[in-house]
C-alpha cells in the first residue's frame, strides 16, 4: 500500500533540539512527572465565561466524552473546550498545516510546503461558503472556537495550570481560535486527487507513447490516455510538486493515496435483532495522537455520537436517535492540471483562447522560525493557483476545493440531524469534501447507500492528464447528487463499498478512472452472501470477525498461479502451497507471500517499462501485478509468455525465500508475518531529548496487509504499517447501546493522560468497547464528572 504522509514532523527536531537542554532535570522520567502535572481536569466543577447554563460533561471508562448541554451554543462551546482538553496541540498543527504557517515554528524547511498550503486557500465569497452549510454552521463555529478559547485562557490564566506540556516541548504557544479556522481546506485535499496521478502518466506518455503508456496503468473503465494534440508533455513529472500534501500528512510519502476504509449494512431480514445493522471502519495514518476524536453531543435538537476530526465540531460518522451513517473515501477525480504557455515578453501574462491575459498576483508574508520573514508572490490563471513555472509554461491547479462549501467534513452538521431517508439525502446536498460513500441504516428498518462530493463534468476528456489553459477543456459545472451513485433497501439485503468502483458501467461522466482493487469490497460481499446462504442471523460479534478478517484473495490467486507452474514443487513451493490464504500475524508462509509479491513486483516493473519509468510505477499495486501474470505478453515474458511466466513465478519465489531468510532466519517453522510488520504510532515531538520512549506507543505485531478486510496497509518493503483503521464502529439498529467502537491509541493527545494509550491493547487484538448511548447507561458507566458553569 501506499500511503501519503508529509515530513513536517520530523522538522520539528529543530525546534525540540533546542526547546529543552539535556540533563537530568529532562530525562524520561522528568517528562512523565511534568507530562502528568500538566493533564486536563475532567472532574469537579469548574467556572467559564462564554457559557450560558450550565454543562455537565461525563466521561466513560474509555475516555468518551458525553456532553449534556441545555441549549446548542454551550453545547458546540463545551465540545470546543472539551477536544482543547484533550488535543489542543494536535489542533494547533493542523491548523497551521492549513493556514500555511508552519515555518513559524519549524523554520525554512517547512516554508514550500507553507507556500502550496496558502495558494489553495478558499478565495471565494464568504457569504456563500457559510450558506453552502447547515444555517447555523457560523454561530456553531463561533461557539465551537469559542469554548477552544476559552480552555485556552484557563490555562494561561495568573496562577493556572499553564499550556499542555507538548507546548512546553516544543516551544510554542497557540493563537486564539476564529470561526474561519474550521475551513481549512487541507484537511481534505490528500483525498481529492489526481494532480501528481496527472504528472505520472504525462511523464509515461512522453517516455512510450499514449498506447504503451495505457497499458501500464489500470484504468476502470478501460480507456486510453488522451493527450492533448500538440501538447509538450516532456519535463512533467510528481517531483514538481513534491511539497504538496495534505493537513494530516505525517510521513514523507505521496500525498495523491487515495486512504482505504470499509463499510456495510444490512437489513433486518438478515440480522438476529430483526433491525438493520451498520458498520464502518475509514482507514487513515495511524500516529500518536489519533486522528478521529470520539464524542456524544446532546442538547436540545441534538443527541448525535460517534467519531470526527479534532479541530472540527459535530460528529463525521456514528448515529443519533433514529438513523446510523458511515462513509469510504468515493474517490472521482476532483483536481486537473492546466498547462499555461506564459508571454515571452512578460512571464506574468498566460495565453487564453482570447489572447493574453494578466495573473493574479497576491504578496504574502511568511514567517519563518530563527530567520527574517520572506515574501513570496502567489500567482493565480483563471484556473487556479500556479503551482510550478519554467520560462516558457506554468502548472495550474483546478480543483473541487476551490468551490463554496467545501471545507472538509464541516457538512456532518447537517448529516447529524437528519431523521430519516429523505433528510439524509437532502443533508448530502451539502456534502463536497471529501467525496465518500455513505452506508445509512434507520430504525425503521430501511438501508441504503449513497455516493456523493463535489464532481466535476468533463465533457471531452478524461482528466488523466494535464491539458491546455488555453481553451477547450473546461469543466461543464459539477454531476448533479442524483445521477451519483446510489441504492435503497436493495434485494440482496445488504450493502458494502471498500473504494471499489461505485459507477456502473456505461456511466456517461468521466468523473474518474482509478480505484481499489475490489478485493477488499469482494470478501465482505462473500462473507455477507454466505451468511444468507447458510440462513446465519447476524450479529455484533459477526461484524467484529469481518472487520478483522484477514483472508486475502490476491494471496489465494497468486498461489493458484505458482500450484498450475509448480508440477513438482520444492520445499520452499510447499511452504506456499500449504497456505491457508490467511494473513495470520504468526503465519511463516504469509511473511513469504509478502516477500515474494514484492519480489514479482519489482521484477515486473523492471521487464514492462523502461529504467526511467520504475520510480513513476513502484507503486503498483496487487491487482496490477496479478494482472500481468495472469495474462502474461511476450513483450513482458518472451516468446512463450506462459512459460516465461512460470519461471519467474519460481524463480521470484526462490529470492524471497532467500531473502526471508535473511530477515527471519533459516527456519521456516519460526518465521512469523507479525515479526516484520508491525505498527508504531510516532508522536511529532519524539525528537524531543529523552521523549522518544515516553511519547512513543509499539512496535506492535500486526496481521494483514492492505488488501484484507482487516486492512494494515503498508509502503514498499519496509512492511511497517502507516495506514489502516484507527477507528472503529458497530451498530445494532435494535438497541443503541448495544453498539461497540474502538479508537487508538486513546482519546487523549495529553501524554500524562490515563487516556493517553489505554486503547492500543484492545485495538491491537481487535477488539472493542461498549459505545454507550443511553443517559442511563452513560450515568451508570462514567468514571469522571465535569461540570462547568458559567462565570459572568
Known amino acids: 500500500m501506499k500511503p501519503y504522509l508529509g515530513p513536517w514532523f520530523a522538522l520539528l527536531l529543530a525546534i525540540v533540539a533546542t526547546a529543552l537542554p539535556r540533563g537530568s532535570e529532562n530525562s524520561e522520567a522528568s517528562l512523565e512527572s511534568r507530562a502528568k502535572a500538566a493533564v486536563s481536569e475532567i472532574r469537579g466543577t469548574v467556572k467559564i465565561a462564554g457559557l450560558r447554563q450550565p454543562v455537565t460533561v461525563l466521561r466513560d471508562p474509555w475516555g468518551v466524552p458525553h456532553i449534556y448541554a441545555q441549549n446548542q451554543n454551550d453545547l458546540f462551546f463545551t465540545q470546543g473546550f472539551v477536544v482543547a482538553q484533550d488535543r489542543l496541540f494536535q489542533m494547533e498543527l493542523w491548523r497551521r498545516s492549513g493556514e500555511g504557517r508552519l515555518a513559524e515554528i519549524l523554520g525554512p524547511a517547512a516554508l514550500l510546503r507553507d507556500i ?9 465569497d464568504m457569504k456563500a461558503e457559510y450558506e453552502s452549510y447547515a444555517p447555523d454552521t457560523k454561530e456553531i463555529l463561533e461557539a465551537f472556537t469559542a469554548g477552544i478559547n476559552a480552555y485556552i485562557a484557563e490555562r494561561e490564566k495568573p ?23 474550521c475551513l481549512n481546506r487541507m484537511a481534505a485535499f490528500s483525498m481529492t486527487g489526481n494532480a501528481l496521478r496527472e504528472l505520472e502518466h504525462a511523464q509515461a506518455v512522453a517516455t512510450l507513447g499514449a498506447d504503451r503508456a495505457s497499458a501500464l496503468f489500470d484504468f476502470d473503465p478501460a480507456v486510453k490516455l488522451d493527450p492533448a494534440p500538440g501538447l509538450d508533455l516532456s519535463g512533467l513529472s510528481p517531483r514538481l510538486l513534491h511539497d504538496l500534501m495534505g493537513s494530516d500528512s505525517r510521513i514523507d510519502f505521496p500525498p495523491y493515496y487515495m486512504e482505504g476504509s470499509n463499510n456495510w449494512t444490512v437489513s433486518g431480514s438478515l440480522t438476529e435483532s430483526g433491525k438493520p445493522m451498520l458498520a464502518n471502519d475509514p482507514h487513515r495514518v495511524m500516529a500518536e495522537p489519533s486522528l478521529r476524536y470520539m464524542v456524544h453531543l446532546v442538547a436540545p435538537g441534538w443527541d448525535v455520537i460517534g467519531a470526527g ?24 477525480d476532483q483536481q486537473d492540471l492546466y498547462v499555461e504557455d506564459l508571454n515571452p515578453d512578460d512571464a506574468l501574462e498566460y495565453r487564453t483562447e482570447h489572447g493574453w491575459e494578466h495573473m493574479r498576483v497576491e504578496r504574502q ?35 473541487a476545493g476551490s468551490e463554496p462549501g467545501t471545507a472538509g467534513y464541516l ?26 460513500n455513505f452506508v445509512y441504516a434507520d430504525r425503521e428498518g430501511n438501508i441504503g447507500e449513497y455516493s456523493v462530493g463535489l464532481t466535476p463534468w468533463r465533457k471531452n476528456w478524461t482528466g488523466l492528464l494535464p491539458v491546455p489553459g488555453a481553451g477547450g477543456y473546461e469543466w461543464a459545472g459539477f454531476v448533479p447528487l442524483d445521477k451519483l451513485p446510489h441504492a435503497f433497501n436493495p434485494a440482496a439485503g445488504f450493502l458494502a463499498t471498500a473504494n471499489n468502483k461505485m459507477i456502473p458501467d456505461g456511466y456517461p461522466y468521466n468523473i474518474g478512472f482509478e480505484w481499489y482493487a475490489p478485493y477488499r469490497v469482494d470478501r465482505i460481499r462473500e462473507v455477507l452472501e454466505q451468511a444468507k446462504t447458510d440462513g446465519h442471523k447476524l450479529q455484533i460479534d459477526d461484524f467484529e470477525r469481518l472487520q478483522s478478517d484477514a483472508v486475502s484473495i490476491p494471496g489465494r490467486q497468486l498461489v493458484g498461479l505458482l500450484r498450475q507452474a509448480a508440477d513438482h514443487p520444492t520445499a520452499q513451493e510447499r511452504v506456499l502451497l500449504r497456505w491457508d490464504g490467511i494473513l495470520g500475524q504468526d503465519s511463516g508462509a504469509a511473511a513469504l507471500y509478502e516477500v515474494y509479491l514484492q519480489a514479482l513486483q519489482g521484477w515486473v516493473i523492471r521487464h514492462a517499462a523502461p529504467a526511467r519509468l520504475w520510480g513513476v510505477l513502484g507503486d503498483w499495486e496487487a491487482n496490477q501485478i496479478l494482472g500481468f501474470l495472469e495474462h502474461p505478453t511476450a513483450d513482458v515474458f518472451g516468446s512463450k509468455p506462459a512459460e516465461g511466466r512460470d519461471r519467474v513465478l519460481r524463480e521470484c519465489l526462490e529470492e524471497a525465500y532467500d531473502q526471508l531468510a535473511k530477515l527471519e532466519g533459516t527456519d521456516p517453522e519460526k518465521w512469523a508475518w507479525g515479526r516484520l510488520h508491525v505498527v508504531r504510532f510516532r508522536h511529532p515531538l519524539d525528537h524531543a531529548p529523552d521523549a522518544r520512549l515516553f511519547l512513543d506507543l509499539g512496535p506492535v505485531a500486526r496481521q494483514g496487509d492492505g488488501n484484507v478486510v482487516g486492512a494494515t496497509g503498508f509502503h514498499g518493503d519496509l512492511f511497517e504499517q502507516v495506514e489502516g483503521a484507527s477507528y472503529r464502529e458497530i451498530f ?12 487508538t491509541p486513546g482519546q487523549s ?44
Open 159 to 181: 496562577g493556572g495550570p499553564g499550556l499542555p506540556l507538548e507546548f512546553h516541548i516544543a516551544g510554542i504557544v497557540p493563537d486564539p481560535w476564529k470561526p474561519e479556522d
Open 411 to 436: 457538512a456532518s452538521l447537517a448529516v447529524d440531524r437528519a431523521q430519516n431517508w429523505s433528510e439524509f439525502q437532502v443533508a448530502l446536498h451539502g456534502w463536497k469534501l471529501p467525496t465518500e
Open 309 to 332: 476530526e479534532p479541530a472540527l465540531p459535530g460528529v463525521a460518522l456514528g448515529h443519533n436517535q433514529q438513523i446510523a451513517w458511515g462513509f469510504t473515501i468515493f474517490g472521482p
Open 365 to 399: 508574508t511568511f514567517v519563518i522560525r530563527g530567520g527574517p520573514p520572506v515574501v513570496v508572490e502567489l500567482k493565480f490563471t483563471r484556473h487556479g493557483p500556479v503551482l510550478w513555472e519554467d520560462q516558457k509554461r506554468a502548472l495550474a491547479l483546478r480543483w
Open 732 to 743: 445494532d439498529l435494535s438497541d443503541w447501546d448495544k453498539a461497540v467502537a474502538i479508537n
Open 749 to 792: 493527545g495529553q501524554p500524562g493522560s490515563p487516556h493517553y494509550a489505554d486503547l492500543l491493547p484492545l485495538w491491537s487484538e481487535w477488539k472493542y468497547f461498549p459505545f454507550l448511548y443511553s443517559r442511563q447507561a452513560v450515568e451508570n458507566n462514567a468514571t469522571d464528572r465535569l461540570i462547568l458553569e458559567p462565570n459572568p
Open 116 to 124: 502550496n498550503a496558502r495558494r489553495l486557500m478558499y478565495r471565494g
